[in-house]
């Protein structure tokens, strides 16, 4: 309760716009309970964070595959991804974490393990998967999870995180992934 509220109310006034006391009065309680759960507002802040992000991203990580096709599969998780990371209030905390990571000690930690790099373990263990089958061949799952999700998405998620005055529509955005997904498999399928 304490973490979301908080999340909300950074999203909504940015962190510099939130104080330990408008959390308390949002929550309600003491001001030494809220200090005896956090040391103080950027630990809040990235606890806010991550739980924020492992809310947005758990249909993400209980991805279960259920197109034998790999194809099928891949495009099925990019456009899932794609919900994620494309989402207006994921574009809002990422440009808020961008803006406060140089300020607050690892929130860009906390930010990229539990946003990026859950989204490319998801991508990896599912092509880990797929190249033990022998569908495809990847030296490293990760990294190729890694690349595949950028190249899925990066243009599109850029394009909204710059506020460009040519936003990604929805047709782009699947065009993005099925592209991306074709030219990974014409690399890595098992011919």
């Known amino acids: 309760m304490i973490m979301h509220a908080a999340g909300v109310l950074f999203l909504a006034r940015g ?113 880990q998967a797929a190249h033990d089958a022998g569908v495809i061949r990847v030296q490293d799952a990760r990294a190729a999870g890694a690349q595949l999700y950028q190249a899925m998405l990066g243009d599109p998620q850029m394009r909204l995180l710059t506020n460009s005055p040519s936003r990604p529509t929805p047709a782009e955005v699947e065009t993005s992934i099925t592209t991306a997904v074709d030219a990974f498999l014409d690399g890595t399928l098992v011919r």
């Open 15 to 127: 962190y510099e716009g939130v104080s330990m006391e408008d959390v308390r009065h949002v929550v309600g309680g003491s001001k030494s309970t809220l200090y005896r759960h956090f040391t103080g507002k950027s630990a809040l802040f990235r606890s806010a964070v991550e739980a924020l992000l492992d809310e947005k991203s758990a249909p993400l990580r209980a991805f279960t595959p259920t197109d034998p096709d790999v194809r099928g599969s891949l495009v099925t998780l990019g456009r899932l991804v794609a919900t994620v990371v494309l989402d207006p209030s994921g574009i809002s905390l990422h440009r808020l974490v961008t803006s406060e990571a140089e300020r607050i000690p690892g929130v860009g930690q906390t930010f990229f393990e539990h946003g990026p790099a859950s989204g490319q373990a998801v991508l990896g263990r599912y092509l």
